[in-house]
């Protein structure tokens, strides 16, 4: 799919759409909930991925163990992309964002220890730097800790983890079927029934809160998430990791400039979290290049 657009321009797109999705879902989330905006997310992605594969030659022919790969990394989706949007409501669009974008630490530790694969330069260069701006990034000076809990950080950390995971496994499918839109849909649809679960219980967190004032920002960040997955799924159908992740890891930088342009009166940005957005990012473009 695409074969003429480098995946360079594809990455870089996709980068855009979660710097984009974020923003608006921070603006969104000052009236309702993060849950919320992860099903408004959900239904937008499956409805609008559903009607691409429809409009574009129908449901394609694939193996059962493929299904069953994409079907798979579908459970994973919902628990993601809450988290991302958990952290963007404790820790802010910014900061959020920059750790739920450690995510190469975490595959690339999984596969030093599971895959045997060797430790370099690059890698531990790129491990302290993201320590080190996941570091800058959660302190947080005494006049704000009153409002600041530690484990905020653990919620786009977790997304991160979960992300670093899940990376492999729609790599490993897409090189049995090169798929993307189809497997983009499929996590769409196996995603959306396992957040509805998640509305069931009998917990306040579990409640969506049904502001109008939150529905169009949250429409937006809905389908500016589903645009980034989808680039992301097809930038890596068309071109190598190495190529495509250090691209796309530089979407907390343009965080940083959309937090700064758009969400002035709702997020401040201090000399930390720059430092530690940088940080960040030149530890995941370390490690991406080197896997």
Request: net charge positive.
């Amino acid at each position: 799919m695409f074969p003429s657009i480098p995946p360079q321009l594809i990455a870089l797109g996709a980068a855009l759409s979660y710097a984009i999705s974020g923003i608006a879902a921070r603006r969104g989330m000052r009236y309702s909930t993060p849950i919320t905006v992860t099903l408004v997310s959900m239904a937008v992605h499956a409805v609008t991925l559903w009607a691409a594969v429809l409009l574009t030659g129908g449901v394609p022919s694939v193996s059962w163990w493929v299904l069953f790969l994409f079907a798979f990394t579908g459970t994973l989706q919902p628990i993601i992309r809450l988290f991302t949007y958990a952290g963007i409501f404790y820790v802010g669009a910014s900061r959020g964002t920059t750790l739920r974008s450690a995510h190469p630490l975490f595959s690339t530790g999984l596969a030093i220890l599971f895959l045997g694969e060797q430790v370099s330069f690059p890698v531990i260069l790129g491990t302290f730097l993201i320590v080190a701006g996941i570091t800058l990034i959660s302190w947080q000076p005494e006049t704000q800790k009153a409002l600041f809990r530690w484990w905020y950080v653990a919620y786009p950390l977790g997304a991160a983890f979960l992300a670093g995971v899940s990376h492999p496994l729609r790599r490993y499918a897409l090189s049995l079927a090169n798929e993307p839109l189809y497997l983009a849909a499929i996590i769409g649809i196996v995603a959306l029934p396992w957040l509805g679960s998640y509305l069931l219980l009998p917990s306040r967190r579990a409640q969506a809160v049904w502001d109008p004032r939150c529905i169009w920002p949250f429409l937006a960040a809905g389908l500016f998430e589903t645009l980034g997955i989808l680039l992301v799924i097809i930038a890596l159908s068309v071109g190598q990791v190495v190529v495509v992740s250090p691209i796309v890891a530089t979407g907390p930088m343009w965080v940083l400039l959309g937090t700064w342009l758009f969400l002035r009166g709702i997020e401040q940005i201090n000399l930390r979290t720059v430092l530690g957005t940088a940080c960040v990012i030149a530890g995941t473009i370390a490690i991406s290049v080197v896997r």
